[in-house]
DNA sequence: CCTACTTCAGGTTGACGTGACCTTATGACC
DNA sequence: GGTCATAAGGTCACGTCAACCTGAAGTAGG
């Protein structure tokens, strides 16, 4: 055992690109390869150590600058995680305790678009990190289910969905996004009635060209709306 | 600025008396006064430094052991605070940034019944807090405020309000304890219908006699309950 | 012993939100 | 001009909730 405690912050970035294979719309996240010891070579959140003058989502995102080039959106805090034993694991011992504050982001279309894909960092869809051979550096696995949980209950009771999204959007864009993130189908209507009823959007009066049927109205998310909820429930612990 | 960053974990804990003057159930919360610099003599948070071989919940659980001689019915991560300009104050200056990591608890009555008053230990009616003369140390009230609207957020969603009272109690005294942390009335016959409708209690088939009208029926909390959702709906950010 | 009083237990009703489903609108493409 | 695809908007049955009402069951006081 050491005296030391290490203060890191990490963070796990959202985003929304179409599978590879199916061309539906999913969640991704980038992931940075550990280019030292412990879990040299596995895959692990973008994050370092605490910088004695940062604020702490500073570092979040400047981190997440440096390493993936991206400015999220949406920016907040998720969880400590600090147990002694956490990442307990052959290639952890005999390493500094670290306790890690994470943070969790959300990246818009066009921010995704400038990403960096280096040779340490790259995208995954989340549903299939769970299969890669190795799993996550430390406890990042961990992490990610947390993360991930708190993102889809988030979305039924926040606008935070927007942040996704570009300017302005059609309801049906948003729905997809919706779909992705809760990761099940949702019916046009009642979405559209839900969405509107709460006002977390507001028509821009222009319209979408250019598609191959009746052309969706344009919204923009509508600033301060609180008093948010989707009937649409997901798990909550 | 100094290089060290120092670690502590502190403890916002939430525990239900009545009022002295009014006799209404009300929150209260145990503070610790200061006996060093910075902020001497003022009251705050009962906290201290992790130990390099504790566990996060077990620091603040042992803090709080040792402190104020209570074991939490309920104990929670509530948020990790480390502005670098955290409790920014004349008093602050010069000394260490520190990074807490902040725990909220709920004691029940009978725990709460044990609890010491010790010399620099005392506890308040939260909604007097911000009454008092002096304002809490570092930036204590700021947390009390974060954790006593999640405390009413979580109270909506889930069962932790049964965490304030002894194994079995009536559902009036239930319906008291969401009153108390509401801080509104609520309707007997609305809220009856609402917790026996979630199954987060069930029957014990007995009754609590020596009452000046008809004896209520005693509840105890039903164990593994989650889609647990009351109407109620407070603020949320 | 009887009545008044108090709170618990449980039911009724109208308003409202939701899910499932249907109809119509409007552009592109051929 | 007809076809196609999706947006926009509407209908209806059902379930849930707030407000209100009635009866139950004990104690307290004369």
Do not use: C
Request: proline share 7%; no cysteine.
């Amino acid at each position: 055992m050491q005296d030391r405690i290490e203060l890191a912050v990490s963070t796990v970035v959202f985003s929304l690109r179409p599978h590879p294979e199916t061309g539906e719309l999913t969640l991704w996240l980038p992931l940075v390869r550990r280019i030292r010891e412990p879990y040299e070579g596995r895959w692990a959140l973008p994050g370092g150590p605490l910088a004695p003058e940062e604020n702490l989502v500073e570092s979040a995102r400047a981190t997440l600058q440096r390493t993936t080039g991206l400015t999220p959106r949406h920016l907040e805090q998720l969880y400590a995680f600090g147990d002694v034993d956490r990442s307990h694991s052959a290639d952890a011992a005999g390493h500094a305790r670290v306790v890690s504050i994470v943070y969790w982001a959300l990246v818009g279309e066009d921010e995704d678009a400038e990403a960096v894909d280096g040779e340490n960092v790259e995208w995954f869809p989340v549903d299939e990190i769970a299969e890669e051979a190795e799993p996550l550096a430390f406890d990042h696995g961990v992490i990610l289910d947390y993360a991930l949980r708190r993102l889809r209950a988030k979305v039924t009771y926040s606008p935070i969905a927007h942040a996704f999204l570009p300017e302005e959007f059609p309801l049906a864009q948003l729905r997809r996004v919706y779909e992705a993130v809760l990761n099940r189908a949702l019916d046009p209507s009642n979405f559209r009635r839900q969405i509107l009823a709460q006002g977390s959007v507001e028509d821009t009066g222009r319209r979408q060209t250019g598609t191959a049927h009746r052309p969706p109205k344009l919204y923009r998310s509508a600033p301060g709306r609180s008093r948010y909820a989707l009937t649409i429930q997901e798990t909550d612990q």
